[in-house]
């Protein structure tokens, strides 16, 4: 997987393609480098880990740039060849004259390599890439769009494309299958990227290539073509999203800054859709209530985080509206053979918009005739562009890896969708929703007196997270995709093994684990299972096992049985998910800090899984 980005104009290629790329390496961070083309003369530069590696890199080379001049470049993450300067991008032919960026996997490659080879090509590195690019040279006939289209005739799977000619073509080629890419309108210069991100410092004017189409972009115009050769016309959109907004803002962390965010990004995403006085008004978003008034079915799919989200809006639909609903992983439910047809809702939830698993799960519903809805928070992504209805989180740019501010505004969308659900079904009176949404509203609120005690969850971080290898949570009813959630953030940021399971789960076999240098982290809230819980919390301490809990403010049942507490607002049930996750983001954002891990950049992970 990676982040790739092109450049046409006469501004200087490398600076550019240098801010371009710092927007995506969230992608991929193993191997970088970019490639630009200026004055009759190619220069490329690559480096081995991230942008700032390139950036060093750059300040040694001699790069003279006069007039138009065009580039393209890519950070990685390695996931065949090992990561090393040669097998760094941008990748050549055999002459250097095509070179080429891609973001994907081609299935067909070794076969193409094979039959290459067969035919004299030398291949300089073990980089699948390069293998375009030597298509690319057997197939050029002085045309590097018609080259292009030839090749994407014979490699088969899941890709984004760029490519570039040295010699008497200034333009970038540009195709896409089942991998974002967008076009930055400019003025006299354009732009293209597989992240919005990447866009926004130089443009708000985007046009997203949609599945199956190429286009060849000069500074002067942009032409969109389908695979089969006919033409494309979209016009550009607009992207409410500043460049300002993904700054750091004096945080050390991205993972910081969004998690203290997220008030604020709550309060966006409920602007204008929770009015007390006219209830939930997602008309403008999804269709009017009567397209949802005969669902009998509601089917959610996602992955990690998003599928964490789903679990919660589960409780929330099922709650509200009293519909049957069901939760899978998009990598699984993409392979069976569900029972859906036009009484069923299927909700694909991926805040990238982009995740491969999730947008062929939402295709798959759509060819059994359901009613696909995404959830997601880029604007112009795959999955909002090709689900019957979109609601967008308005989460803003999330540039760190492990997904938090997205996280809680999914929840949101879920609580709003199913209070809509229930409205359009009659399974709720108006007032109850109105009672429901005056509970929503209150949520930020909350969230800012919850991390307001940041520095009680820092100090439990340290004593639980230096010398303990392994940690448990557990969680009843709702709370029980929180504890999942909370654990897989610990794993992402601080690589420390974690499990979560629901508490009455723990005599089943995980009891097995606990002892006295096994840190349990208890959601707690006073609930509707609270008696339960501390029943949970007995057996726990009865092992010995060392306990940190999230309990009500004033709960001196668990303060005075537990080890470790943090204090939330006591809050309606619903409620109570926003409220117990934000420690749980902060415990692993602190357990990282204290090893010494990037928390924005853990290793082997990127963001946005768009590959199988």
Not at 265 to 290: F, H, N, Q, S, W
Not at 408 to 435: C, H, K, W
Not at 527 to 551: H, Q, S, W
């Amino acid at each position: 997987m990676s982040g790739i980005f092109g450049y046409i104009g006469r501004r200087h290629p490398s600076e550019v393609l240098l801010r371009g790329l710092r927007e995506v390496q969230h992608k991929g961070y193993d191997a970088c480098g970019i490639a630009i083309v200026s004055c009759g003369e190619t220069k490329i530069v690559r480096a081995v880990g991230g942008v700032s590696h390139l950036e060093t890199k750059l300040k040694q080379a001699e790069l003279i740039v006069k007039g138009l001049a065009w580039g393209i470049g890519e950070t990685l993450w390695v996931t065949r060849a090992r990561p090393s300067e040669r097998n760094a991008p941008p990748h050549q032919d055999c002459t250097g004259q095509f070179i080429v960026v891609q973001n994907g996997i081609v299935e067909n490659l070794p076969e193409l390599k094979g039959r290459l080879a067969s035919e004299g090509h030398h291949f300089q590195t073990e980089a699948d890439t390069e293998v375009l690019a030597h298509l690319i040279e057997s197939r050029f006939k002085g045309d590097l769009f018609k080259a292009v289209q030839a090749l994407l005739q014979e490699i088969k799977g899941s890709f984004a494309i760029l490519a570039i000619c040295t010699a008497g073509s200034s333009q970038l080629v540009a195709a896409q299958l089942g991998s974002p890419l967008m076009i930055g309108i400019g003025q006299n210069e354009n732009f293209i990227a597989s992240d919005v991100l990447a866009l926004l410092p130089f443009t708000s004017q985007i046009i997203p290539l949609s599945e199956g189409e190429s286009a060849t972009i000069s500074n002067q115009s942009v032409k969109l073509i389908a695979f089969d050769g006919s033409p494309v016309l979209r016009d550009a959109e607009h992207i409410a999203w500043s460049a300002d907004s993904a700054g750091l803002k004096g945080y050390r962390h991205y993972m910081s800054k969004e998690i203290f965010e997220q008030p604020d990004v709550i309060r966006d995403t409920l602007r204008g859709r929770a009015d007390i006085t006219k209830g939930v008004t997602l008309e403008y978003e999804i269709g009017p209530a009567e397209i949802f008034r005969s669902m009998k079915h509601v089917v959610i799919v996602g992955c990690g985080s998003s599928r964490h989200a789903a679990l919660v809006g589960e409780f929330f639909i099922e709650g509200f509206a009293r519909l049957h609903v069901d939760v899978d992983y998009a990598s699984e439910f993409r392979y069976r053979d569900p029972l859906l047809g036009p009484d069923t809702l299927v909700v694909g939830v991926t805040q990238s918009g982009e995740t491969a698993d999730t947008l062929a799960a939402m295709q798959r519903a759509r060819d059994k005739g359901a009613f696909v809805l995404s959830i997601c928070n880029v604007p112009g992504s795959t999955a909002a562009r090709t689900a019957d209805s979109a609601i967008y989180t308005r989460a803003g740019p999330e540039i760190a890896v492990p997904s938090t501010k997205t996280f809680t505004t999914e929840l949101v969308v879920f609580y709003l969708l199913g209070l809509f659900l229930a409205s359009a079904r009659a399974a709720m009176n108006q007032d109850d929703i109105r009672g429901r949404l005056r509970l929503l509203n209150r949520v930020p609120e909350q969230l800012e007196r919850v991390l307001d005690k940041c520095s009680a969850v820092e100090a439990v971080a340290g004593r639980l997270c230096e010398d303990y290898p392994h940690v448990l949570y557990l969680g009843r009813g709702i709370n029980f995709p929180i504890a999942l959630e909370g654990a897989l953030k610990l794993k992402q940021v601080s690589y420390l093994s974690a499990e979560a399971y629901p508490s009455a789960e723990i005599k089943h076999g995980p009891i097995a684990l606990v002892d006295k240098r096994t840190p349990v982290v208890l959601l707690a809230p006073r609930d509707t299972v609270y008696a339960k819980t501390l029943a949970d919390l007995e057996e726990v301490k009865a092992r010995d096992g060392l306990v940190f809990a999230m309990a009500a403010e004033g709960d001196r049942e668990i303060t005075g049985r537990t080890d470790y507490v943090v204090q939330i607002p006591e809050a309606d049930p619903f409620s109570n998910p926003f409220l117990t996750v934000v420690p749980l983001q902060l415990f692993a954002y602190y357990a990282a800090v204290l090893h010494g891990i990037d928390a924005d950049r853990p290793r082997n992970l990127a963001k946005g899984v768009i590959v199988e």
